[in-house]
């Protein structure tokens, strides 16, 4: 007798297809049996072990969040309802061009300093592996050989591999250094990576040349995998930044995945209708383009990442004495404040959109939820006097939320004929931004019951079907025969985010049960002490 029967689902299938009424069958982590209309049909109904009686809720494949900065969190904390709760049963990590394989002891070290902010400290981890490999071996490991709360993917994060073989000097690779990056890259996808992530804002990531990414994502081509860039600007050179990130995957023929796809600051209000069409005219063309967004309008990175490049040259230690260097730190302000630095997307800061959302030292406790100028106000002093002394005070630990969004923006995006969700949810932090719990049942709820931004089987497919296209998985993201059961069951007239700026670690609502390999991480709401999430390795070509 198989495992479990779904009674009378709601089956939304993550193609984009109608909904339709169905008992759906699990047996050893796969669905076996869909029986459609089986109730009105008056057929035999399929029997099982156990019955879920599913009247009013729809079933739809799990979630895959395809920006998830999750890389610690998932060997730090079993339950992981962050995301579990989401019905998220697949992250990808290794975003932004920063994660913690391959490496070596040096390179690991300027690593866990340079993403503290997106991760912690990381001194509660057993850093017990060195390629990409061997941390998908680890996250199959999980807890005492049990596992992880979901499923994990990983892309081979490009800065963290140029500062094994180059530094974190701002210099371009030698023909030695780059054949050795091209080999790590090959290791890292033969090893299981679905592709190559990079962050062109973050050092040492950002010095990389067109000519160096162009021969990486010639690598990732020939592995079939993508590109998943957080490109060079999304300021005041966001155009051209989407616009050269395209003209490169043309060039090496690679599959290209933009990254938290957003048109933000006031230079670009109401400018997403020009970013869609330069990518419908690249797809027309016949470019293999994909995007990501979260449902908000905050951006959310680490106060070290507004910094110009020139002052981050050299890793966390070379910023830390540049930073308690006075006239250093005066040439530092002169950019963020008058010229706009490339860490701040080349505008000018405004320190009232920039609101610390995490520090690493309790002492500095008090700074969180507060905006940089208003702490800058209650202390009597000039707000770059503030933001230096908590970043050296803190180790460059701060995290922010950047308040530099449009929300006519986001929905543009949304409605792409590309748009998949990722919520580039950073954990860490007191008050986090609230996507990290939030992103999946908020397009669920506010996007598409109350707003009508896109119909349920359009969400459903952005945050399921379409992204395991994208990651060539063959047999996750739609309600099929023979599919991995990585399903969510959720009431579509309840479903909502929980989490907000006030209280952003709060779980959501409609969203009864979750299944990862036909097991129940989330029963009844609860969270169960399943750990049945392995790492997902890609798919050969």
Not at 82 to 104: F, H, M, N, R, W
Not at 243 to 259: I, K, N, P, Y
Not at 433 to 455: C, D, K, M, Q, S
Request: hydrophobic share 40%; proline share 5%.
């Amino acid at each position: 007798m198989e495992d479990l029967v779904i009674r009378d689902a709601d089956v939304v299938d993550g193609s984009g297809a109608d909904s339709y009424r169905a008992d759906v069958v699990i047996d050893d982590g796969r669905i076996v049996s869909i029986v459609k209309e089986a109730a009105a049909a008056g057929c035999q109904r399929p029997t099982a072990v156990r019955e879920l009686d599913a009247e009013g809720l729809v079933l739809s494949p799990g979630f895959i969040d395809m920006h998830a900065h999750s890389d610690l969190a998932l060997l730090r904390d079993p339950d992981h309802s962050a995301k579990a709760a989401q019905g998220v049963t697949l992250e990808v990590l290794g975003q932004d061009g920063l994660s913690y394989a391959p490496v070596d002891a040096s390179t690991l070290d300027g690593v866990r300093r340079a993403i503290t902010g997106w991760n912690g400290p990381g001194d509660d981890v057993d850093f017990d592996w060195r390629s990409v490999g061997e941390y998908l071996d680890r996250l199959d490991r999980g807890f005492g050989g049990r596992g992880i709360a979901v499923n994990a993917a990983y892309l081979v994060p490009q800065g963290t591999v140029r500062a094994l073989v180059v530094g974190w000097e701002d210099r371009p690779a030698t023909p030695r250094e780059l054949d050795r990056m091209r080999r790590l890259v090959a290791e890292g996808l033969e090893q299981g990576a679905v592709g190559l992530s990079s962050g062109l804002t973050y050092t040492p990531g950002m010095y990389a040349g067109d000519a160096e990414l162009t021969e990486l994502c010639r690598v990732v081509a020939r592995y079939g995998g993508y590109y998943c860039p957080h490109h060079r600007s999304y300021g005041a050179g966001a155009l051209e930044a989407y616009a050269e990130m395209v003209e490169l995957t043309a060039r090496a023929g690679c599959a290209l995945h933009l990254a938290h796809a957003t048109m933000n600051f006031g230079v670009n209000e109401g400018r997403a209708p020009h970013l869609l069409a330069l990518l419908d005219e690249a797809l027309d063309a016949g470019a293999d383009i994909t995007l990501d967004t979260y449902p908000y309008t905050p951006g959310c990175t680490t106060l070290a990442a507004l910094l110009p490049s020139w002052a981050s040259e050299g890793g966390p230690r070379e910023i830390l004495r540049r930073l308690a260097d006075d006239a250093t730190a005066g040439r530092i302000r002169h950019d963020l404040e008058v010229t706009g630095a490339d860490g701040c997307h080349g505008v000018p800061v405004d320190w009232g959109t920039i609101e610390i959302s995490g520090v690493t030292d309790p002492a500095l406790s008090g700074f969180v939820g507060r905006t940089v100028r208003e702490s800058a106000a209650r202390l009597g002093e000039a707000p770059w006097t503030t933001a230096r002394r908590l970043l050296i005070d803190d180790g460059l630990g701060p995290t922010i939320l950047q308040h530099v969004g449009h929300e006519e923006n986001v929905r543009a995006i949304m409605r792409h004929r590309v748009h998949t969700g990722g919520s580039d949810g950073v954990l860490t932090g007191a008050k986090p931004h609230p996507r990290a719990y939030g992103t999946f049942p908020r397009y669920l709820g506010h996007y598409t019951r109350e707003l009508g931004i896109l119909t349920l089987e359009e969400c459903v497919a952005r945050l399921t079907g379409r992204p395991a296209a994208r990651l060539r998985l063959p047999d996750r993201g739609l309600v099929r025969e023979g599919y991995r059961a990585d399903l969510v069951l959720f009431d579509p007239r309840t479903v909502a985010a929980g989490s907000t700026y006030a209280s952003p670690r709060t779980l959501p609502t409609g969203i009864p049960h979750v299944l990862v390999d036909g097991r129940f991480v989330i029963e009844d709401g609860r969270r169960t002490d399943v750990l049945a999430g392995r790492a997902v390795r890609r798919s050969p070509v």
